[in-house]
């Protein structure tokens, strides 16, 4: 069973800046694209970044472009979202999922509970 914990969310002013974790249980972290999701309440859910098994390709949203920066180090189980000169509207609850390789296309596998992020202007 795999495990995901998000941690590192928080209050911040605009402008500011905050770095997620996200920690994945077992050996075979490797075998995973990974991604960030966030949904605020009363909307849907939506696709913020995402970043290859290997770390070699990443993807964004428009709305981050510029600003987050997904990164993983497989050593330590652990993907990141680097998230600068945050805005009132990125305020919601920041998910981190994983995407086995070998059903990529068909959906993440896994997700983790959250971690809020609340950004006042």
């Known amino acids: 069973q795999v495990q995901l914990v998000e941690s590192g969310g928080g209050l911040v002013q605009a402008g500011g800046s905050l770095r997620l974790f996200c920690a994945a249980s077992?050996?075979?972290?490797?075998?995973?694209?990974m991604g960030w999701f966030r949904q605020a309440p009363g909307k849907e859910r939506e696709f913020v970044a995402a970043?290859?098994?290997?770390?070699?390709?990443?993807y964004y949203a428009d709305s981050v472009k510029g600003r987050f920066t997904i990164s993983r180090d497989n050593a330590k189980n652990t993907v990141y979202l680097q998230m600068n000169s945050l805005k009132p509207e990125d305020t919601a609850v920041y998910y981190c999922?994983?995407?086995?390789?070998?059903?990529?296309?068909?959906?993440?596998?896994?997700w983790g509970q959250g971690t809020q992020v609340t950004v006042s202007s």
């Open positions: 970043i290859s098994a290997s770390g070699g390709r990443t």
């Open positions: 077992g050996r075979t972290f490797s075998s995973y694209a």
């Open positions: 999922a994983a995407d086995h390789i070998m059903t990529m296309g068909h959906g993440y596998d896994y």
